[in-house]
């Protein structure tokens, strides 16, 4: 993620209500710079439905439960947990909700599809990484740093989405918008009866959502192809007041996509041009560290890194797809080359 501007740490949010029949409960993240998920409930006659709900910790736990009951409503009688993206942050309480109060979970069918392949692959996920990396070209290092543990995967919903459908939320209109990109199911939610977008992490006011490619070598997709198209999408639902699942709620989702499309046009720019200048081709970890990340390649730890890595790869796939570069691939990790154009 990219910092533009300063962020509201926890300390000083509130769960509050933010008109239109929804409420905001600040969630933390538990040792995350990142501070919190905003967690959103949606009145209905049929009980409120929740948009994500936050990290499975005990303290983000307390606070969701906490923050409900101070706006006057029972975590028992919560009707559903629409889940945005299958992020730990955002999924993770998803199965202690349902435990509690029988709630349904729904998410896009695309990351459903995600989380059924976590919970099945369970403690095999380190080895598919390590292999990832090398592949990528990363040394011994940071192939063993990256192998550590993860959180574990989130509850399996009981309800798959797909784009346009309306969410089970009697006497409103909720309904998904599919904007694959930061992961291939991320959905915004359109509470169409009151011109508000929950955009999960699509849309953020102040930084940039990560956009990754996993494992970084594929050729088959193009995450950061399908996130542009999505900012596009969005721009064309209008100027929604924007609900994001981080920082702050902000005017007009459709001027923000607008931005962060900007961004990276610019950053695919740069990532060409440098290319370019080598006359040999270069591994995506050599093409991470030659890029500008928010602190420098060397002081970034295993997680951060690894990260770095996918963007760089979604960048090097998007610009495959756009014809600027070429993949070599051999014996050794795929490298990529500018080509004349
Ligand atoms: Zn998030």
Request: net charge negative; hydrophobic share 40%; proline share 9%.
């Amino acid at each position: 993620m990219t910092a533009r501007t300063g962020r509201v740490p926890y300390a000083q949010q509130r769960p509050r209500d933010v008109g239109g029949g929804v409420w905001s409960v600040p969630v933390p993240i538990p040792g995350s710079p990142l501070g919190c998920t905003l967690v959103y409930a949606i009145e209905s006659p049929g009980g409120p439905v929740l948009v994500d709900a936050g990290w499975n910790h005990p303290d983000a736990w307390e606070a969701l439960g906490g923050g409900l009951s101070a706006l006057g409503f029972d975590v028992a009688a919560v009707r559903g947990v629409v889940v945005t993206h299958f992020h730990p942050d955002h999924a993770g309480l998803a199965g202690r909700v349902r435990e509690e109060s029988g709630a349904w979970i729904a998410m896009h069918e695309a990351d459903a599809a995600l989380v059924r392949l976590m919970r099945e692959l369970g403690g095999g996920q380190a080895g598919l990484r390590a292999e990832m990396l090398r592949r990528a070209g990363a040394g011994p290092d940071d192939v063993a740093r990256a192998t550590g543990e993860r959180p574990a995967p989130p509850a399996a919903p009981d309800r798959e989405l797909r784009d346009g459908d309306l969410v089970d939320l009697p006497g409103r209109a909720l309904r998904a918008v599919h904007t694959p990109g930061h992961t291939p199911g991320h959905i915004c939610l359109h509470l169409e009866d009151a011109g508000r977008l929950f955009t999960g992490d699509h849309i953020l006011p102040g930084i940039t959502p990560h956009i990754g490619i996993y494992p970084y070598d594929r050729d088959d997709v193009d995450p950061l192809g399908d996130f542009l198209g999505s900012l596009d999408r969005v721009g064309e639902l209008g100027p929604l007041d924007a609900l994001p699942a981080h920082e702050w709620m902000f005017p007009n989702a459709a001027a923000r996509a607008a931005e962060i499309r900007q961004h990276h046009e610019e950053k695919l720019a740069r990532l060409r041009i440098l290319l370019a200048e080598r006359a040999q081709p270069l591994t995506i970890w050599e093409v991470a560290a030659m890029m500008t990340w928010n602190r420098p390649w060397a002081d970034l730890p295993a997680v951060p890194r690894g990260m770095a890595a996918g963007e760089a790869a979604a960048h090097l796939r998007t610009l495959e797809v756009r014809g600027h570069v070429r993949r070599v691939s051999g014996a050794g990790p795929v490298r990529f080359q500018a080509l004349d154009s």
